[in-house]
C-alpha cells in the first residue's frame, strides 16, 4: 500500500474517532473511559498519518506523546505501581537519553569544540540568562502559578540546551558547530550554572544545591561519559578492543563491578550517583559483548545508530507517562495555563534569543543557531532534577515544555531550511 493511500486510511480513523469524542463531549460523558480510548486512538491515528508526510513527519512522536498522556490520564493506576513506585523508573530513562548521547562523542569533541571561546562564552551567558527571565515575567503576569509548577517553570529555564537543539540548527541551515559548541560549554558548567541560577531566581523556594549538583552529575555526566567509552570500543582504533577475549573479559569484569557496586553503601550526599555508576559498567558490559556477538554474526556495523534511538524514544516516553500518571489531579487543574505558559516561555526565549543576536551582529547562520539554542532547553534534565525540590507538580513545567518544543522547534527549523542564511546567496 503507498504512503499516500495509507496516510488517508488513518486521517479518516483520525476524523472518525474525533467525532465520536466531541459526541461524547457534547453528552457530559467526557469522564468515561472510553473517553479516553477515543482520544487516544485519535491522536496515534494523526501520528501514524503525518509520518506518511514529507514535512510534517518529524511531529509524528509528538503527537504519540499526546496519545499516551491521553491514556495515562484516563488510566493513571495502570502507570503508577508495577510492584515498585513507577517514580523509580524517571532517572534511570534520562541516563539512557543521556548514554545514547554519549556514544555520539568523543573527547575530541569537546576539545576541537572550545577552541574558539569567544562566541560560545557569549552564547552560554545568554542560554543560562535570557530563559530564567522569561520564566519570571510568566509567573509574574500570571500570579497564580503554585510553588511547584513556579519552581517547574524556573527550572526549565536553568538548564542547558539539548541535543534537540543541535538536530534543528542543522534542520534550519544555522551554524551546526556554535549550536554543539554551546551546548557542550553549557552542559560542561550545567553542575554549577543550574544550581546556582535555581538559588538566584526561586528567591522563596528551598533550593538543595548540592543535591542538585550532583544529581547533575549522575544525570549527564556519568551517562555521557559511559557513552563516549563506549564509542572508543565500538570505533576506535585501539588494537586491544579488536580481540575478542580481550572484550570478554572487560564485559565479565565491567559486569562485576557493577554486581558490587549495587551493594557499596554511599555517603547520603553521594546517594544519587549509585544508579549512575551501575550504569556504566554494565553499559560498558553490553556494548562489548554486543560488539562481539555483532561480528561473530555479521550483523550491521551500525548496529547502534539501529537500536538507540528507539531506545531513546522509548525512555522518553516512559518518563513522560510516568510524570503525568503520579500528577494526574495537578495537570487536570493547572493544564491550560501551564500549556499556555510553556507555549510563551518557548516563545520568548526565541525572541530574545533572536534580538540579543541580531544586537551583537550576528550573522544568519550564527543568529538561527543561537536562537534555537536560547529557547530550546534540556526538559529531561529538569525532570530528573524536580523530584530534589520536594514541591508537587515541579515535573509538569519541563514535560509540556519538551512536548511542546519539538512542535515549535520544528516549524521554526522547517519554516528556515527554505531560506538560505543571507551570507550564502
Not at 540546551?161 to 559548541?181: D, F, W
Not at 557513552?227 to 565479565?252: D, Q, R, V
Request: charged share 10%.
Amino acid at each position: 500500500m503507498e504512503n499516500a493511500s495509507k496516510k488517508k486510511i488513518y486521517l479518516a480513523v483520525a476524523f472518525f474517532l474525533t467525532i465520536c469524542e466531541i459526541v461524547i463531549l457534547i453528552s457530559g460523558k467526557a469522564k468515561l473511559p472510553i473517553s479516553g480510548i477515543f482520544l487516544f486512538g485519535a491522536f496515534f491515528a494523526v501520528s501514524m498519518a503525518v509520518k506518511y508526510t514529507k514535512r510534517f513527519k518529524g511531529l509524528s512522536f509528538t503527537f504519540l506523546i499526546f496519545a499516551c498522556c491521553s491514556f495515562t490520564l484516563y488510566f493513571p493506576q495502570l502507570f503508577t505501581d508495577w510492584g515498585f513506585n513507577t517514580k523509580l523508573l524517571i532517572v534511570p530513562s534520562i541516563q539512557i537519553i543521556m548514554f545514547g548521547m554519549g556514544t555520539k562523542l568523543n573527547l575530541g569533541d569537546f576539545v576541537r569544540e572550545l577552541k574558539k571561546p569567544v562566541k560560545i562564552i557569549i552564547g552560554t551567558i545568554l542560554v543560562y540568562l535570557l530563559m530564567p527571565i522569561a520564566a519570571i515575567i510568566i509567573i509574574k503576569i500570571y500570579g497564580k502559578f503554585p510553588d511547584g509548577v513556579a519552581a517547574g517553570i524556573i527550572l526549565v529555564g536553568a538548564c542547558p540546551g539539548g541535543v534537540a537543539s543541535n538536530v534543528m540548527t542543522y534542520l534550519a541551515k544555522g551554524n551546526l558547530a556554535l549550536s554543539m559548541s554551546i551546548t557542550t560549554f553549557a552542559t560542561l558548567i550545567s553542575p554549577l550554572a543550574t544550581p546556582l541560577l535555581m538559588l538566584l531566581f526561586s528567591y522563596d523556594i528551598e533550593v538543595p544545591v548540592v543535591d542538585m549538583m550532583i544529581s547533575i552529575i549522575n544525570l549527564m555526566f556519568v551517562p555521557i561519559g559511559a557513552g563516549i567509552i563506549c564509542n572508543k570500543l565500538l570505533y576506535g582504533n585501539m588494537e586491544w578492543t579488536k580481540k575478542a577475549s580481550h572484550m570478554i573479559l572487560l564485559a565479565i569484569a565491567c559486569f562485576i563491578i557493577g554486581f558490587i557496586l549495587i551493594f557499596v553503601p554511599f555517603a547520603d550526599s553521594f546517594q544519587s550517583l549509585h544508579t549512575g555508576l551501575v550504569l556504566v559498567a554494565w553499559a560498558v558490559a553490553i556494548v562489548s559483548i554486543a560488539k562481539i556477538s555483532i561480528e561473530y554474526f555479521h550483523g550491521p556495523e551500525n548496529w547502534m545508530d539501529l537500536v538507540l534511538p528507539k531506545l531513546s524514544l522509548s525512555a522518553i516516553m516512559l518518563y513522560i507517562i510516568v510524570v503525568a500518571a503520579h500528577n494526574k489531579e495537578t495537570l487536570i487543574n493547572i493544564g491550560p495555563p501551564l500549556f499556555v505558559a510553556s507555549i510563551a516561555h518557548n516563545f520568548l526565549g526565541f525572541i530574545f534569543g533572536y534580538g540579543s543576536s541580531k544586537a551583537l551582529r550576528l550573522n544568519d547562520a550564527d543568529t538561527r543557531a543561537l536562537t534555537i539554542e536560547v529557547g530550546l532547553k534540556n526538559s529531561g534534565l529538569a525532570v530528573g532534577l524536580a523530584p530534589l525540590l520536594e514541591l508537587t507538580g515541579t515535573e509538569l513545567a519541563p514535560l509540556f515544555f519538551g512536548t511542546w518544543m519539538n512542535i515549535s522547534a520544528s516549524s521554526l527549523a522547517s519554516f528556515w531550511s527554505q531560506r538560505k542564511p543571507r551570507e550564502e546567496q
